[in-house]
């Protein structure tokens, strides 16, 4: 089983920086991708960016440019970098593991994220 405690969230003014953090512990060896996926209200679940045990990144067109995701050196924390915040990145910001090879992902319980 593996935990995730997001911390970061907030609420700021469009065009400033927030920085999302995600510790994974417990059962974290496996081979494992990580990544942010956010919820706005009303809205579908989508993924933001996400990165490989590689530390190959991929991001959503609508954050591309704006945020940067990164992975410490024990794999076991990631965070978001968020610049240039829009009100349309208002969400509910969550971090998810997984094992390679796994179809049992991991979830943080979500981090808020608003920007007027």
């Known amino acids: 089983h593996v935990q995730l405690v997001e911390s970061g969230g907030g609420s700021v003014q469009a065009g400033e920086s927030l920085r999302l953090t995600c510790v994974a512990s417990?059962?974290?060896?496996?081979?494992?991708?990580m990544s942010w996926w956010r919820q706005a209200p009303g809205k579908e679940r989508e993924l933001a960016a996400s990165?490989?045990?590689?530390?190959?990144?991929m991001y959503a067109d609508s954050v591309k440019g704006r945020f940067t995701i990164s992975l410490d050196n024990a794999k076991t924390t990631v965070n978001l970098l968020m610049n240039s915040l829009k009100p349309e990145d208002t969400a509910m910001y969550y971090c998810k593991f997984y094992c390679i090879g796994s179809t049992r992902p991991y979830w943080g319980q979500g981090t808020q994220v608003t920007v007027s």
């Open positions: 990165i490989g045990i590689d530390r190959s990144t």
């Open positions: 417990g059962s974290t060896s496996c081979d494992h991708g």
